[in-house]
C-alpha cells in the first residue's frame, strides 16, 4: 500500500530563520511527487512536481528536492507570509488510476515577524 | 491561467434538502477530481471523471452524485445528506494526454455545513 508521511507536523520559525519540511513516500514505481500549499479554508495552491531522484525545483524562497526515499521542501529565510500548510503527495504508476495522490498530513508551518 | 472556479463558497442544508455543487475549469483539463477535506486532515479523493466518463468512485455513498456535463464543468449533486458529511468540498483538474496526467490544480472549495 502506499504511503506517504510528512514530519514534522507544526514547524514554529522566526522571520529569516530557514528550515526544510520533509516527506517520506513508500509508492511503488513513483511517477510524481508534487508538493502543494493550503491557507485555511481555501484549496491547495500547487507549487512543485518532482519527478526523478535529484531533481530540485525552485521558486522564490522555496526549494523541492528528491530522492529515491524523501523529498524535502527547504524554506529560505521565511517571512510571515509564508505561514500555511504544506501538502504532500505521491502518484504512482498506472493507467487506470487517473493521477489518484497519495496525500501526507501535512506540516503546519508558522513564521513569526 | 491555471483557475478552477467552484460555486457556492459557502452551502448550508438540511438532512432533507437536494443541492448541487458546481465546478468549471477552462484550462482543457480532461480530468477532474472531487476531494471531501475535513479539518485539519488531507484532501480525501470522492471522484475522478476522465474524458468526461466516471473513471474512479471511492465508494462513495450514494447521496453523493457527480455529474461531468462537458469537458470543462463537473457537479456534485447532493441528498440526505449526514452532518458528517459537512466539510470543504474541492473539484481539481488536470491535464490528461492518453493515460499522462498532469499536476492537479484545485479550486477554492465550498464549504459545506449540513444541519
Known amino acids: 500500500e502506499d504511503q506517504v508521511t510528512q514530519s514534522p507536523e507544526a514547524l514554529r520559525l522566526q522571520e529569516g530563520e530557514s528550515s526544510s519540511l520533509n516527506c517520506s513516500y513508500t509508492?511503488?514505481?513513483?511517477?510524481?511527487l508534487f508538493w502543494y500549499r493550503q491557507d485555511p479554508g481555501k484549496g491547495p495552491e500547487f507549487l512543485f512536481t518532482?519527478?526523478?531522484a535529484g531533481e530540485e525545483k525552485e521558486k522564490e524562497r522555496l526549494k523541492a528536492t528528491l530522492t529515491k526515499k524523501e523529498s524535502f521542501l527547504h524554506i529560505t529565510a521565511p517571512k510571515p507570509e509564508d505561514s500555511a500548510t504544506y501538502l504532500c503527495?505521491?502518484?504512482?504508476?498506472?493507467?487506470?488510476?487517473?493521477?489518484?495522490?497519495?496525500f501526507g498530513q501535512g506540516t503546519i508551518l508558522t513564521v513569526h515577524p | 491561467d491555471t483557475e478552477v472556479t467552484q460555486t457556492p463558497k459557502h452551502l448550508v442544508m438540511g438532512m432533507t434538502n437536494k443541492k448541487s455543487l458546481k465546478c468549471e475549469q477552462h484550462?482543457?483539463?480532461?480530468?477532474m477530481y472531487w476531494y471531501k477535506q475535513k479539518a485539519k486532515k488531507p484532501p480525501e479523493l470522492m471522484f475522478v471523471?476522465?474524458?468526461?466518463?466516471?473513471?474512479i468512485n471511492e465508494s462513495v455513498p450514494s447521496r453523493f452524485s457527480p455529474e461531468c456535463p462537458n469537458s470543462s464543468l463537473l457537479n456534485l449533486h447532493l441528498h440526505a445528506l449526514q452532518p458528517e458529511d459537512s466539510a470543504l468540498y474541492l473539484c481539481?483538474?488536470?491535464?490528461?494526454?492518453?493515460?499522462?496526467?498532469?499536476?492537479?490544480?484545485f479550486g477554492p472549495g465550498t464549504r459545506l455545513t449540513v444541519t
Open positions: 481539481a483538474s488536470s491535464q490528461l494526454l492518453g493515460t499522462a496526467v498532469g499536476e492537479q490544480y
Open positions: 509508492v511503488s514505481g513513483l511517477r510524481g
Open positions: 518532482l519527478y526523478s
Open positions: 503527495a505521491a502518484r504512482r504508476a498506472g493507467g487506470t488510476s487517473y493521477g489518484k495522490l497519495t
Open positions: 484550462m482543457g483539463h480532461r480530468a
Open positions: 471523471y476522465s474524458y468526461e466518463k466516471l473513471s
